[in-house]
């Protein structure tokens, strides 16, 4: 095993990234034989795993979390790490097939048959249309160039150059967080600035203080301090609120190694064992982190402009107010659990983690009944918490909500995707691809106990819904990890209720061409 052949400068170079012997051999277990897929029960449904809440819900939901909100200490956290060059993928693509000057009628003509030349034809037409704009004019004014013109004289290449290039505005180098999403009139706004906007709307705590987090890569944790530097004091003065925003990044210690074809360890050119991010999943520990009643989980990029907000507004305070309804009734039953628990106190228990939480008691716990159900009920119940959106499928990539079968027989409510399911089974995919709804990263979290304390997250992970990798890095083959998904395995052991919320609250930027929808762009 490749855990037997490491050198000094091995063992240094992983104890210098914190990984212990522990976490490297179960690593390269993992990577020797990799674990079994998810087991699919079936698609979570509407009122099979699914809540739809009624107007009067929603409206009672809400209003129970805004006058709590005041006295707690709500905080947002936002995945903001990855760069943007994804979003340029098209645009990168054509620019190099381009010759340096392209009539329209063969951009449209090449756009018939290439997706990519379509994607930049779109982006092309409607420059005038993205909130960078200005800051793309401003740049090539610089350079004794005019978008207009470039775009009249067909130098497309030259244009998508002074976007993405480092000696234009960078954006294929920058994060999605810095990136002007929005305009109106004659200011735009990033997407890190929305989210000021919508903290302010569903994340004020006591004291007037609105309280983020945000998780960005080391090299570009300056750019987001600027900015917020730059617009906090603004957002302030608007608001009324004061903002308390922390940066983090993913530990080296949640890396992960590498194997070769023959499953030694992947080695660099110089000897150096490679090690590689450990993915969204390594978000754990940074959300264990924190210091928190509620925390609203959201990505970067799913952000609207005012006031196409409300909505996204009301329905978190919803959900919020779900997930503190039920956490009260939870922390109540804790207590009558406490002691000599009667029958009828150990019924109610067991009816609300069944139809509340959709838990299965086992056959042979519930025949044993006494402490062994008791003890059953205690360890459910005293677990993280989240209320999780899910949207209708509308054929977005990505996971859902599930029922996952579980080793005891029961089954639980998860997020799973595509990757967790076993490619070879017709059965297992077509459950998935029978998915009624998709997960788009909206959730609440409670993440204290019934006494108050912070439950630490780490404890809740299934260690083996692990993600394989296979990719070529310099011609050669390697084979990694990536850690179990931050809303898949990281939250696996949580307590988990899925609420159906309008598609409208979903509006994620992957793509350039994206910001030219009408939920970000008001034409």
Sequence with gaps: MASAKLTGADRRQIDAHGIGPDSLSRQLELLAEPPAPMLLDRPCTVGDGVRALSGAEQ????????????????LKFVPASGAASRMFKSLMASRERMPERM??????????????????????????????????????????????????????????????DED??????????????????????????????????????????????????????????????ECI???????????DVKLSAQKPSTDSVAVDENGELFRLEGGDVLFRPGGHGAL??????????????????????????ELTFAWKRTLGGL?????????????????????????????????????????????????????????????????CGMVRNTGEPGGGPFWVRE?????????????????ASEAQQGIFNSSTHFNPVDLVCGVRDHRGAKYDLRDFVDPRAVFMVEKSQGGRYLRSLELPGLWNGAMAGWNTVFVEVPIETFNPVKQVNDLLRPAHCRR
Excluded: W
């Design 59 to 74: 409206e009672r939901l809400g209003s129970l979390f805004a006058s709590r909100a005041p006295d707690l200490r709500p």
């Design 168 to 229: 234009g505005l960078d954006y294929a180098a920058l994060p999605k967080g810095l990136l002007k999403f929005h305009g109106s009139g004659e200011s735009s706004h990033t997407a890190l600035e929305e989210h000021l906007t919508e903290a302010a709307a569903y994340a004020r705590g006591s004291g007037d203080v609105c309280r983020l987090h945000f998780t960005v890569s080391p090299q570009h944790r300056e750019g987001f301090e600027a900015k917020l530097a």
């Design 407 to 423: 080793g005891d027989g029961g089954v639980s409510a998860q997020v799973v995707e595509s990757s967790q399911v076993d490619p």
């Design 323 to 387: 997930l503190l309804e039920l956490q009260s009734k939870i922390f109540d039953l804790h207590v009558g659990l406490a002691g000599e628990a009667t029958s009828e106190v150990l019924a109610t228990a067991e009816m609300f983690v069944t139809d509340e939480l959709g838990i299965t008691v086992p056959r042979a716990i519930r025949d044993r009944g006494g402490g062994s159900l008791k003890d059953f009920l205690v360890d459910r119940l005293d677990r993280p918490l989240r209320v």
């Design 284 to 309: 754990i520990e940074n959300l264990n982190d924190l210091d928190a009643d509620v925390i609203f989980v959201k990505n970067i990029d799913n952000v609207v402009p005012a006031p196409l907000n």
């Design 233 to 243: 004091p603004n957002y302030e003065a608007s608001s009324g609120a004061r903002y």
């Design 103 to 164: 009539e329209r009628s063969a951009l449209e003509a090449a756009a018939g048959e290439d997706s990519d030349m379509s994607a930049t034809l779109e982006f092309v037409s409607a420059i005038g249309d993205f909130a960078f704009r200005r800051d793309l004019d401003q740049r090539l004014r610089e350079r004794g160039a005019d978008t207009t013109r470039l775009v009249e004289e067909g130098r497309f290449a030259e244009l998508i150059g002074a976007l993405l």
